[in-house]
């Protein structure tokens, strides 16, 4: 039985040493300059390859929509005639409505904001209020930034100010 346990720890006794990780810096083998290293490419100025490049790479800017009667995802582009309108709100760089939900302290706070607002801030926060009112029971609340021209109501009033919107065609 005396001889088992002293084969048993030496056995234990290489198990451990190779099972020995490197955990010190000393221990860790050195670092390998790979600067000299040879990468075989070529470039091309080509302009009969790059068109296929130009393909594959993202555009720069968003494209313009094509104007149509009737898009099949809802989406209407800006009025025209906006000049005569007391408050102007400029689309997001997508062609998107500016109304966003923030969503805060755990999920129970939602607030609607509406940004990028340009002239009459408070006309807006006024009709937008006297729509939203009849469909809830609580008091409606908000905050008006005019030096930052944003609005923000408090609650979930993301559609409804969509709908409002796009039915003014703002």
Same mark, same amino acid.
């Given at each position: 039985?005396?001889?088992? /346990? !002293?084969?048993?720890?030496?056995?234990?006794?290489?198990?451990?040493?190779?099972?020995?990780?490197?955990?010190?810096?000393?221990?860790?083998?050195?670092?390998? #300059?790979?600067?000299?290293? !040879?990468?075989?490419?070529?470039?091309?100025?080509?302009?009969?390859?790059?068109?296929?490049?130009?393909?594959?790479?993202?555009?720069?800017?968003?494209?313009?929509?094509?104007?149509? @009667?009737?898009?099949?995802?809802?989406?209407?582009?800006?009025?025209?005639?906006? /000049?005569?309108?007391?408050?102007?709100?400029?689309?997001?760089? @997508?062609?998107?409505?500016?109304?966003?939900?923030?969503?805060?302290?755990? &999920?129970?706070?939602?607030?609607?904001?509406? /940004? @990028?607002?340009? &002239?009459?801030?408070?006309?807006?926060?006024?009709?937008?209020?006297?729509?939203?009112?009849?469909? #809830?029971?609580?008091? *409606?609340?908000?905050?008006?930034?005019?030096?930052? &021209?944003? *609005?923000?109501?408090? &609650?979930?009033?993301?559609?409804?100010?969509?709908?409002?919107?796009?039915?003014?065609?703002?």
């Amino acid at each position: 039985m005396l001889a088992f /346990k !002293k084969l048993s720890c030496t056995l234990n006794k290489y198990i451990y040493t190779a099972c020995k990780r490197n955990i010190s810096f000393y221990d860790s083998p050195f670092l390998v #300059d790979h600067e000299n290293t !040879k990468i075989k490419f070529e470039t091309s100025t080509s302009p009969e390859e790059w068109k296929y490049v130009e393909r594959v790479l993202p555009p720069a800017v968003v494209p313009t929509p094509i104007p149509k @009667n009737n898009y099949p995802s809802k989406w209407k582009p800006q009025g025209d005639n906006l /000049k005569d309108r007391p408050y102007f709100i400029a689309r997001t760089k @997508n062609h998107m409505l500016p109304v966003y939900l923030c969503i805060s302290q755990r &999920g129970i706070r939602r607030i609607t904001k509406i /940004k @990028n607002i340009q &002239g009459d801030i408070w006309l807006l926060e006024k009709q937008l209020r006297d729509f939203i009112q009849p469909q #809830d029971i609580r008091p *409606i609340r908000s905050q008006v930034n005019e030096f930052a &021209g944003y *609005i923000r109501f408090h &609650g979930d009033y993301v559609n409804a100010i969509k709908y409002w919107l796009m039915k003014r065609n703002v």
